[in-house]
């Protein structure tokens, strides 16, 4: 029995994929990231599966991270979905998409704790993206979404000019 589970498990794995994978993480693994001294530039962007302009923008992240491939760029994307929605909505859209760019699901309940522990300045609208660099002691955000030539000039300029 044992061995015949193993293999239809086996066999939907080779006809579905894996899909794209995601890390749970709390606060505290943001917060490290956002204080590191790191000379990579990091991108983290908070979305949802519910938020269009979020969803829209995604693809920009994903052309980006390819064209800085060979520079120190790094991009997280923080999905900030209800903890009861993963399976149902996070994981279709992430095996649909097949993003490249690392992604977390926040594992915290309170936004009202958690938003102005990342930036003071947030109101909670999503999309957020936090640019961080820390070796220059950069740290830049921007609430609302990009198009993909405001999102470029973004990361050229600290990595051009930092």
């Given at each position: 029995m044992t061995?015949?589970?193993f293999t239809l498990m086996l066999g939907f794995f080779l006809i579905n994929g894996f899909g794209q994978s995601f890390r749970t993480v709390k606060l505290n693994e943001i917060k490290d990231l956002i204080e590191s001294k790191n000379d990579s530039l990091y991108i983290i962007n908070f979305w949802a599966t519910w938020c269009l302009p979020c969803v829209k923008e995604i693809p920009y992240f994903e052309e980006l991270?390819?064209?800085?491939k060979n520079q120190k760029l790094n991009i997280i994307l923080v999905n900030l979905?209800?903890?009861?929605?993963i399976d149902s909505k996070l994981v279709p859209f992430l095996e649909i998409q097949k993003l490249k760019s690392t992604i977390w699901f926040l594992d915290e309940s309170n936004p009202n704790s958690f938003i102005p522990?990342?930036?003071e300045n947030?109101?909670?609208a999503i999309p957020f993206t936090l640019f961080?660099?820390?070796?220059?002691?950069i740290k830049r955000w921007h609430e609302g979404s990009f198009n993909?030539?405001?999102?470029?000039?973004?990361i050229s300029n600290i990595l051009l000019n930092h």
């Open positions: 061995k015949l589970f991270g390819k064209k800085y979905d209800f903890k009861k929605d522990k990342i930036e947030w109101s909670g961080i660099k820390g070796s220059s002691g993909l030539n405001s999102l470029d000039d973004q």
